[in-house]
């Protein structure tokens, strides 16, 4: 039957975005922020999202309404009791993170997925503090999530075969592709992305050029769709330090360990697009 009631926990860009996605794909969604504010905020912002694509031509009006009555907003855990796959995707900490999951372990049905949005964190650390760890995967999307074409289905030692295959029908029905990966830190596209975003920050520190014209190179020359520095800001500086520090605490690798201009800017507060300055300005 695959998924038809997915929980979307955190209302950040990523939760936002995954709601959309999976609304798209004809899945019911209940969002749960830790505030009814919030969680309503963020069906607001998608009815007026679909509205603006309705008004490009991206979708029928009747199509958009039906959309957005597929999503609810409760600031309650108890409301995912009923879904078949809770999907985090709260702040990049892991304690948080369990904290949470310990939570949902006790709401969930036993045969309904946890999953987790993480960017880095070992999965299996979160598998571990539910009652059935074999339900547990990572199913990481990107940003934005109705834009990127990508998913990557995380598979902790713990997780079963049916878990991982139905994460994955899941975010294929979502009009995905996926790719599955060992619980590593990073999985692929972090693993191998954020070296290369940490050197940019390296190279605006050591006067090799600067903001602009390392940002222009890379589109330039690598034909990439926006620089380092600008998907730096786009990808959260608070987010992106917290994936930077979980691949330096796995890895011990140097390219890892985050530039002090990274984290000067998450102390100021400045954190990217999200708070309208990180590298540049919005
Ligand atoms: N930003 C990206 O490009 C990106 C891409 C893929 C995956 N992710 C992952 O998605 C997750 C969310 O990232 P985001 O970019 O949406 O972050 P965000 O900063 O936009 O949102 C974080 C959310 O977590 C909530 N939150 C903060 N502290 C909390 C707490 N103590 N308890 C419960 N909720 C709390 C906030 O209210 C907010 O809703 C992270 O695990 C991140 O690594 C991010």
Known sequence: MGIQRLGIIGSGIMGAGIAEVAAKAGIEVVLRSRKQETADAMV???????????EKGRIEEAAAKEVLARVSATSDLQALAGCDLV??????????????????????????????N???????????????????????????????????????????????????????????????????????????LFPYLNNAVRMLENGTANRDDIDAAMKGGCNFPMGPL?????????????????????????NYAAMPTLRRLVAAGHLGRKTKRGFYDY
């Open 230 to 254: 600008a998907l730096l800001d786009l990808v959260g500086l608070d987010t992106s330090l917290s994936i930077l520090d979980a691949l330096y605490a796995e890895f011990r690798d140097p």
């Open 44 to 54: 607001a912002s998608l009815e007026k999202s679909l509205g603006k694509q309705v």
């Open 118 to 192: 993480t960017s880095t964190l070992p999965v299996v650390e979160l598998a571990t503090v539910v009652p059935n760890p074999e339900r547990v995967c990572g199913i990481h999307f990107f940003n934005p999530a109705p834009a990127m074409a990508l998913v990557e289905i995380i598979r902790p030692i713990t997780a079963s075969d049916a878990t991982v295959a139905a994460a994955t029908e899941f975010a294929q029905a979502c009009g995905k592709t996926t790719v599955e990966v060992q619980d590593r830190a990073g999985f692929i596209v972090n693993c191998l």
């Open 87 to 116: 999907l985090e995707s709260v702040v990049e900490d892991l304690a948080v993170k369990q904290a949470l999951f310990g939570e949902l372990g006790g709401i969930v049905s036993d045969t309904a997925i946890i999953a987790t």
